[in-house]
């Protein structure tokens, strides 16, 4: 039997729930590939648990952080900030086996393929704001004005950058830069926490919360880098959109409140390639 890649995202292995979930988490053959998108766990030891049973069952595991990893919990006995807490957690996936935005992009060859597989770690930068805000500060104070303001803006610390936005505006760059470097006759799967369009955060029951969410200058990736397939998680909302024709694919479990109201049962591996037919929403 030929393999599948398939994703999941934001698995928040710090609820029980969750963690009985991702226990049971199996592949549906021994040549499967798990794309992970981000939000495995706040802690460095809960990451380590859940990416070490995955990576025992999987074929390949390919992961790209999420805002969670990136944060430093006050009850973590791993107490680095920013850029040295990603390379430590970048450090930690080698040693288990784990593909990063780091690495080598791994070639899918599998059915569907071949796709060039690109996990990304690009952040956000406040640009997908209000219509009616000017720039980001006068964004930033509508949210607090609402009572919306993401726990990042007290434990996602960018060091050594000044801020989160400069931080992300150094990821793409350098995130840029690799893409452009794949060879232009294959394509791609690109796989990234945060969405690279902005659409499906219009969904939002707390709209001012797209300010964390992404960036624009991620919104023709897809088709610049030649993209077959976008897999993202973040916004805890499963879905399926068409950007050019390309499915941009949510595929996060979330928090138990949130799956227990869903129809569906929890922890459903979504497949990425080859790709299931589905009726097309927009693009």
């Known amino acids: 039997m030929q393999g599948s890649l398939v994703a999941i995202s934001d698995l928040h292995v710090r609820y029980e729930e969750n963690k009985r979930i991702v226990k049971a988490l199996r592949p549906g053959s021994n040549h499967d ?44 006995p791993v107490q680095l900030r920013g850029e040295a807490r990603y390379r430590h957690l970048v450090e930690l996936c080698r040693r288990l086996g784990v593909v990063t935005p780091e690495d080598p992009y791994p070639l899918w060859e599998g059915e569907g393929g071949p796709a060039v597989i690109a996990p990304l770690f690009v952040l956000y930068d406040y640009s997908f704001r209000p219509d009616r805000a000017r720039d980001a500060q006068e964004a930033l104070a509508l949210a607090e004005g609402a009572g919306v303001i993401c726990t990042d803006e007290f434990m996602l610390h960018p060091d050594p950058y000044p801020s989160r936005p400069a931080w992300c505006h150094a990821r793409l760059e350098v995130t840029e830069a690799r893409l452009a470097t794949v060879d232009k006759a294959l394509p791609t799967v690109l796989v990234n926490h945060f969405p690279l369009v902005r659409r499906p955060t219009r969904v939002l029951h707390h709209p001012e919360f797209a300010l964390w969410c992404g960036t624009e200058a991620t919104a023709d990736w897809h088709r610049r ?4 397939a976008v897999v993202y998680g973040h916004l805890h909302i499963p879905s399926l959109i068409y950007e050019d024709g390309v499915p941009h694919r949510e595929v996060s479990l979330g928090y138990p409140r949130e799956w227990q109201r869903r129809s569906t049962a929890p922890g459903q591996l979504v497949r990425i390639l080859p790709e299931v037919a589905a009726v097309r929403s927009g693009g």
Do not use: C, M, Q, Y
Not at 36 to 52: F, H, M, N
Not at 56 to 65: G, I, L, T
Not at 225 to 228: L, P, S, T, Y
């Open 33 to 76: 590939w798990l794309l992970v998108a981000g939000d495995v766990g706040d802690t460095v030891a809960d990451i380590e648990w859940a990416l070490s049973l995955l990576v025992d069952r999987f074929e390949k595991v390919v992961w790209a952080p999420g805002n969670h990893e990136l944060w430093t919990p006050p009850d973590d």
């Open 225 to 228: 880098f030649r993209a077959v």
